[in-house]
């Protein structure tokens, strides 16, 4: 419980030792449009290890990583209407955006041309402070951020949907995907595993493009129709101008040209996993009229429309679930790709 001082506990990381280690952080006094979260459950994401490289890389700042997590409402601020103490709520990779410009204006707060203020690793919009993230048993987030945790979601396994959920619904969405599309995920990690889930409960016929022959078992019972190995020039060939939609979730750089090849006549390749440069070839956009788009993170409204889908869909991550004192190991982990499909801490043993 935060106390006068707003005192928590978090997990920090060490510049010296490059782990995070348990420590005491502390939360903003609440202004009026704020609630404070209890922190119960909180996703370990790919971009938590590049921060971490970062810090490495450059030994300054204070880092508390954690940008996905469910948790309880603990207190409100005085003019906070859609809150109440004890409800449950859930709280993504952006706490602020500037609401003013013509994206925070369509409700797009993740392409704020301000850019939007991030859970952990930005700069408080009034105070200058550096944003703490959700590896700790605290939050303090503005109302307008925060959404309400559907009943009936696992709050551990919802956790994700709030990175690597609203990641993948949002370009499904913008697509148009439902019954009659043909959708391909590449890539079945943390985001591709939501990608095959969200894409058959909206109807449309899903396959799995993956290089691991072994991951089709699992593929189908995430909903899948179809496998194809990457790797397998037959299988890919097969596939060619097959799908309305790829959703490309590969987190390591990789030639985009086998993916668009499968992609159908005015079809879209949507890149998400990896936010690196790429090269592309204009003649394999060229014949088909096939586009490539991408997209980041979800607006407000997207994000609340995702959760209420999910809930209806009961689609929730296929998590492990650890003590957040074992978040040095599920780091260590998850940079081999040893998790199927994301690991989710569980801040109660920070009490």
């Known amino acids: 419980m935060l ?72 207190e409100v601020g005085g003019a906070v209407t859609d809150f109440t103490p004890g409800d449950p709520v859930a709280v993504g990779n952006i706490v602020d955006s500037c609401g003013t410009c013509p994206m925070c204006r369509a409700g797009q707060e993740n392409f704020c041309r301000d850019f939007p203020t991030l859970t952990y690793g930005g700069s408080d919009r009034q105070d200058g402070a550096t944003t703490l993230g959700g590896y700790s048993r605290e939050y303090v987030v503005r109302e307008k951020f925060a959404y309400h945790l559907p009943a009936g979601l696992d709050p551990a396994g919802a956790a994700p949907l709030l990175c690597a959920g609203i990641t993948v619904w949002e370009p499904l969405q913008a697509l148009g995907v439902g019954p009659g599309s043909t959708v391909a995920v590449a890539g079945l990690g943390g985001l591709g595993h939501l990608a095959v889930k969200l894409a058959a409960a909206l109807g449309a016929t899903t396959s799995v493009i993956s290089r691991t022959p072994d991951k089709a078992a699992e593929a189908h019972s995430l909903g899948a129709d179809g496998f194809v190995v990457s790797t397998d020039a037959a299988q890919m060939e097969a596939v060619r101008d097959r799908f309305d939609v790829v959703i490309d979730t590969i987190s390591a750089p990789h030639d985009l040209a086998p993916y668009l090849r499968t992609v159908a006549m005015d079809g879209t390749l949507s890149h998400l996993g990896h936010l690196g440069p790429v090269a592309v070839d204009a003649t394999d956009l060229l014949i088909g009229r096939k586009k490539l788009s991408s997209a980041g993170s979800g607006g407000r409204p997207s994000t609340a429309a995702m959760l209420r889908f999910c809930a209806r ?39």
């Open 313 to 351: 869909h009961n689609i929730t991550a296929d998590i492990e679930l650890l003590p957040s004192s074992e978040v040095n190991r599920a780091l260590e982990r998850l940079e081999r790709n040893d998790v199927r499909y994301r690991f989710v801490l569980d801040l109660s043993d920070l009490d």
């Open 3 to 74: 106390t006068g001082d707003q005192a928590t506990t978090g997990w920090q990381a060490n510049p010296a030792t490059h782990t995070l280690c348990r420590t005491t952080l502390q939360r903003r006094d609440l202004r009026p449009d704020d609630v404070a979260v209890r922190v119960d459950y909180c996703g370990v994401c790919h971009s938590d290890l590049h921060a971490l490289r970062a810090l490495k890389n450059t030994g300054d700042g204070i880092l508390v990583p954690g940008h996905e997590f469910t948790g309880t409402v603990l």
